[in-house]
């Protein structure tokens, strides 16, 4: 806009304000010139009449410039300014803002359409909905999964699956589920997750479903391709030398002939032999049942007794019960906590073994430290869900073994049984929860739980 030609309008308008009001009052001071101070009254009168005129023609102009960016009509809106050379200026900058808008708009819709496409490119089911459970968007994958359209209302999924539409609908934000769902005589294993949003003081539930069938026939495959080789490899090491010792036994007994022979002609060495040889047959028979043993108890986890319990009170109760073995190996022992009572849904005795179970590792795992720390951190306030961290300043796990140390029966420890990390893991599931771990050689190992 040409601010210089309406700056000096004003200056001049105003100069002559001034004229005119000095003239008034100083024609009223003379007595015989009542003409002259009624026109230089009347004329400044006009003259601050026409700054406010003045002024409103350019602040009209400007509103009216402004609305018609607003309704990006510039040609049928009508801006009323004699000056041609600021009237010129308002147009260049209107088609100016205008063009911007336009680049913005088609910017946006390549946008729009890229993440469209995108979205309907990917084979995992998406779509959200309102809190009337009106189907706001969907994509592709989940109306030929589903069988649903945009503007329909969930309530159709319970004629598909009433297990997957109550996951859908009781599902919190970040929470995720499994589902097995049959569709056309496909049998599908789905992976639900949800997330909570809120546009324009609207809520809206976006849903993701993912088929994950393959990826579990394939993690199911390598699970039973380890446990066959777990279970060959103790099995092997168990019958091998009963089988190679019972048949020694049995050619001390028996002569050349196929005859026995008597236990007097034994001489002593073959004697203690035998008695060796069956004292080794009946340990590794021992091993053998014990084994069998464990893996039962791996693959007989009762379910959950879900209540609600005190997470710190459970933590506080583990390290009393292992406070003598640790003050025996002079660990320092340190529970830090972002409250002083961290509620949970589970079941108390399943994570009590969990918790005893990482806490007996991460001692084991310091027994040969100069200054052995163990540092357990739970936070409960800090984010939606409750999370413990189990650290220890130890040896560390080789980052070959990291993803071994909770298959069934796999151990690095001289006397473990390989089933206390595979147990919990799957005490963690069947919480819908999980346990990951980090370690660093010479630094320790952290093992951390979320429920």
């Known amino acids: 806009m040409d601010f210089k030609n309406f700056r000096l309008g004003l200056v001049i308008r105003t100069i002559l304000l001034g004229v005119f009001i000095i003239l008034a009052i100083y024609a009223s001071y003379k007595t015989k010139w009542y003409v002259t101070t009624t026109v230089s009254s009347l004329l400044a009168i006009i003259s601050l009449v026409e700054i406010i005129r003045y002024s409103e023609k350019y602040k009209r102009s400007l509103s009216e410039f402004l609305l018609s960016i607003k309704s990006r009509d510039f040609l049928s809106t009508t801006i009323d300014i004699s000056d041609k050379k600021t009237k010129d200026l308002l147009k260049n900058a209107y088609h100016t803002i205008l063009e911007e808008f336009r680049n913005i708009r088609i910017d946006k819709e390549v946008q729009y359409h890229y993440l469209k496409t995108m979205i309907e490119h990917i084979k995992t089911a998406l779509f959200s909905f309102d809190e009337n459970g009106k189907v706001e968007f969907i994509n592709k994958t989940a109306t030929e999964l589903l069988d649903l359209h945009k503007n329909q209302n969930i309530q159709k999924i319970y004629s598909i699956d009433k297990n997957l539409f109550n996951i859908i609908s009781n599902l919190n934000s970040g929470e995720t589920d499994l589902i097995k769902l049959k569709m056309n005589d496909k049998l599908n294993h789905l992976s639900v997750y949800v997330t909570e949003l809120k546009i324009q003081d609207k809520k809206i539930k976006l849903v993701s479903l993912q088929n994950i069938k393959q990826e579990l026939e394939y993690q199911e495959l390598e699970s039973w391709q380890k446990l066959i080789r777990v279970l060959t490899h103790e099995i092997m090491n168990s019958i091998t030398p009963i089988s190679s010792l019972s048949n020694a036994i049995n050619e001390t007994l028996d002569e050349t002939n196929g005859n026995k022979n008597e236990m007097s002609k034994i001489s002593d060495d073959d004697f203690n032999d035998i008695l060796s040889s069956l004292k080794t047959i009946e340990n ?56 002083e009572s961290i509620q949970c849904y589970a079941d108390y005795d399943q994570i009590e073994q969990v918790i005893i179970n990482l806490l007996i590792n991460a001692i084991e795992a310091i027994q040969d430290h100069n200054s052995p720390e163990i540092r357990i951190n739970i936070l409960g306030k800090a984010q939606n869900k409750p999370r413990i961290t189990i650290k220890d300043n130890g040896k560390g796990i080789d980052p070959e073994e990291i993803d071994k140390i909770f298959i069934p029966f796999y151990t690095t420890k001289k006397e473990g049984s390989g089933i206390g990390l595979s147990l919990s893991r799957q005490i963690m599931r069947l919480h819908k929860g999980s346990i990951q771990v980090k370690s660093q050689i010479g630094k320790g190992s952290e093992f951390i739980l979320e429920f």
């Open 284 to 339: 590794r028979s021992k091993g053998l049942l014990k084994f069998v043993s464990s893996y039962k108890q791996l693959t007989r986890i009762p379910k959950p007794d879900i209540k609600e319990i005190d997470l710190l009170e459970l933590l506080n109760h583990c390290g009393t019960l292992l406070s003598q073995k640790m003050k025996e190996s002079n660990i320092k022992y340190t529970l830090i906590k972002d409250s």
